[in-house]
């Protein structure tokens, strides 16, 4: 029998990487799109100075702080104060009117990376007058972005480009009121905080942990190959109460997922939807 050609050899090589991870630490990757799956793990292997993706496995294996440094370079945390704000536009003229007849509202930012978004939400729900009668829980796979979401401190170079995306989201104020310079960066207000949980949570291995009238899930599932998807999705729905308000990003579709007959468009361009079966 001829030995396996390079290609073919890595290939064994990652997908026995990504079982060891999922059976020794729980995380799973073994469904995520390979392609891009690849270039991280060749950076993480570079940034080790190590040669090969078995001498990687070895390592993570045997070494926990390797893993948490595997998980910060594979996670992807391209994230953004009102990030895409046509879309914030669209959620305060389609859904923000829905979310009024609610006496309570429950969100759920899944794959909240550094936590840019969802102080964003916050800001938006709080001066449409909502804020004080939402929860949102905003979890992430990876526990060091989940803990610079809570700190809520953010790079002073970046809230000129910040200040121009809340504009054209509908910003109603001065952004500057709601965060506080300071020498170690621009730190958002405490009363943003109060009705935020942050928390770990894996959209792959984790089960649903409420029922929510508001679900956001955007650019995520692109990391995930069609299988992973179809899971995520039916996390997705069946955490999301009737008539609960799904989001995608600009990228990611209903269309040929299971559940795509379950839900109608509130704004198709912006991927807002709202789920419409019992």
Known sequence: MLPPRPNELEDIEVQLLLEG??????????????ASLKRRI????????????????DRILHDKSCLERFLLNLTVNVTSMFRDPSFYVAFRTKAIPLLRTYPFIRIWHAGCSTGEEVYSMAIMLLEEGLYHRCRIYATDMNEE???????????????????????????QKAFSEYYTANLD????????????VFSAHNLVTDSSFNEFNVIFCRNVLIYFDKQLQDKVHKLLYTSLRRFGILGLGKHESLISTPYQSNYEALDASEKLFRRVTP
């Open 21 to 34: 991870i999922y059976r020794y630490y729980g995380f799973d990757f073994r469904n995520y799109a390979m």
């Open 185 to 196: 960066g621009a730190m958002f207000s405490p009363s943003l905080k109060k009705n935020i």
């Open 42 to 57: 060749w950076n993480v292997i570079r940034a080790e100075n190590l040669t090969t993706v078995s001498s990687l496995q």
């Open 145 to 171: 972005v989940v803990k610079k979401a809570k700190l809520g401190i953010y790079p002073l170079r970046l809230m000129q480009e910040y200040t121009q995306l809340y504009q054209l989201a509908g910003g």
